[in-house]
Structures are given as C-alpha cells and as structure tokens.
Nanobody
Framework: QVQLVESGGGLVQPGGSLRLSCVAS????????LSWYRQAPGKQRELVAA???????NYDDSVKGRFTISRDNAKKIVDLQMNSLKPEDTAVYYC??????????WGQGTQVTVAS
C-alpha cells in the first residue's frame, strides 16, 4: 500500500520560514518524480515545485528564489524549504509521487498559514 505522509505545516508570520517533509512508503521513491502542490480556498490545486528522478527541479514562478525542493531517495523523503513566506502562500500543501505512467499518488495534505 502506497502512503505519502506530509508534516511540517503550521502558522508562520510573513517573512518567516517553514520546512515541509513528505515520507513515502510502498514505492521505490527513487523511480518517481516527487512534487509539492498547494490548494488555497476557492482555488485549484497548483504545482509548487517538482524534482525528477535525476534531480532536476522546476518551480512555479511565484516561489522561485524562495522555495527549495530536495529529495533523499534512501530515506524516501522529499522536502520543501519555504523562506520569505507571504500571506498568498497560505494553502494546504500536498506531496505527490508520479511514475512515468499511471496516476500520481497523493498525501493527505498539511496546512500552511502565513499571517501576522
């Protein structure tokens, strides 16, 4: 059974930092593209950052220079370091694992709230 479990969300002031972690089980994580998505109230889920099997990364323009995605295949972890947080970063953040074919797997989400 595949499971993705996120942690690290919370309440932070604007300009602050948070580090999200996602632990995968039931898959060979090194074979998957790992991503972070977010969904704000009333909005569609959007890609925040992704890291390929080979370590290539891509980011949404809104987080470039502020967020960093990284992976540890041995520990089956994908992290998202979020710096200089803004109120518009407030959302539920989801971890995703996608193989070459088939549908992605999703975590249950972790809430990030940026407010003073």
């Amino acid at each position: 059974q595949v499971q993705l479990v996120e942690s690290g969300g919370g309440l932070v002031q604007p300009g602050g930092s948070l580090r999200l972690s996602c632990v995968a089980s039931g898959i060979i994580a090194s074979m998957y593209t790992l991503s972070w998505y977010r969904q704000a109230p009333g909005k569609q889920r959007e890609l925040v950052a992704a890291i390929s099997r080979g370590g290539s990364t891509n980011y949404d323009d809104s987080v470039k220079g502020r967020f960093t995605i990284s992976r540890d295949n041995a520990k089956k972890i994908v992290d998202l370091q979020m710096n200089s947080l803004k109120p518009e970063d407030t959302a539920v953040y989801y971890c995703s694992a996608k193989w070459v074919t088939g549908n992605p797997y999703w975590g249950q989400g972790t809430q990030v709230t940026v407010a003073s």
